[in-house]
C-alpha cells in the first residue's frame, strides 16, 4: 500500500482530501513540520528529503510535489473522475492549471503575502493581480476550471485561498468556486 506523509494545516491537506475522494489505497500517515510560528520541527519518520509535506512514498515510486502526485493519483485512480487521463479530452487543461499552480500561482502568491517585486520576476512569472485575473476569467461562466466538472486542478488551485483567508476577494466568482470546492472536498 502507498503512504502518504501528512500534516494536518498544511499544504498536504489538498492531498489527504483527494487520497479521501479517490477512495485511493494509500495510508495516511501523519508527521510533524517546522512551522511559520516556531513550532513544530523536522520529523525523523519523513523520509521526504527536506523533511517536507506533502510526499507519496509507492512501492519505489517517491514522489513531491503536490502537481506531481495530483497526477499520479488521479492517473492510477481514474473511476473517480478528477482528473482526465491521457488522451482524454481536457487533459491539456488539466496538465496546464497543475503547473500553472505549482510553476506560477504558488511563487506568486509567496512574494505577494512577502511584499516582494522584481522585475525578473514580472517577466518570468508576471503577478499577483495578473493571476487573479487569470483565474477570475476561467470562472466567470463556469462553476469550475475546467467547466462544469470538478478535478483536482480545483483541489490545487483553490487551497490557497483556504490557508489564507485574506486572499478571497470579495467580488467576483472566487469566493462562491472557493465554497463550492470546500463542498466537494467534504464529499
Ligand atoms: N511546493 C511544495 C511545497 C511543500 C511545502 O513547502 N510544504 C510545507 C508545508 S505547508 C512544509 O512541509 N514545510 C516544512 C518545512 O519547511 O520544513 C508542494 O506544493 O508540495
Given amino acids: 500500500m ?3 506523509y501528512h500534516s494536518p ?3 498536504s491537506d489538498a492531498i489527504a482530501a483527494l487520497v479521501r475522494l479517490l477512495k485511493a489505497d494509500v495510508e495516511i500517515r501523519e508527521v510533524e513540520i517546522p512551522r511559520i510560528d516556531g513550532s513544530g520541527g523536522p520529523d525523523p519518520d519523513n ?4 523533511k517536507k509535506v506533502p510526499y507519496l ?3 519505489d515510486e517517491k514522489l513531491r510535489e503536490r502537481g506531481a502526485i495530483i497526477t499520479y493519483l488521479t492517473d492510477k485512480y481514474p473511476d473517480a473522475k478528477l482528473g482526465p487521463l491521457p488522451g482524454e479530452a481536457g487533459r491539456g487543461a488539466y ?3 497543475l503547473f500553472y499552480y505549482q510553476g506560477v500561482m504558488e511563487p506568486v502568491i509567496i512574494m505577494h503575502m512577502a511584499g516582494i517585486e522584481h522585475p525578473y520576476m514580472k517577466s518570468g512569472l508576471r503577478d499577483f493581480d495578473t493571476m ?3 483565474l477570475n476569467e476561467a470562472l466567470t461562466d463556469s462553476p469550475f476550471l475546467m467547466g462544469e466538472h470538478f478535478s483536482a486542478a480545483d483541489i490545487l488551485c483553490s487551497s490557497p485561498f483556504f490557508w ?3 486572499l478571497v476577494p470579495e467580488d467576483g466568482p472566487i469566493p462562491d468556486w472557493v465554497a463550492r470546492c470546500e463542498a466537494k472536498m467534504k464529499g
Avoid at 47 to 50: F, G, R
Fill in 47 to 50: 523520509p521526504h528529503p527536506e
Fill in 9 to 11: 494545516n498544511s499544504r
Fill in 95 to 97: 496538465l496546464s492549471w
Fill in 132 to 134: 487573479m485575473k487569470t
Fill in 164 to 166: 489564507l483567508s485574506s
Fill in 2 to 4: 502507498a503512504t502518504l
Fill in 57 to 59: 512514498v509507492d512501492g
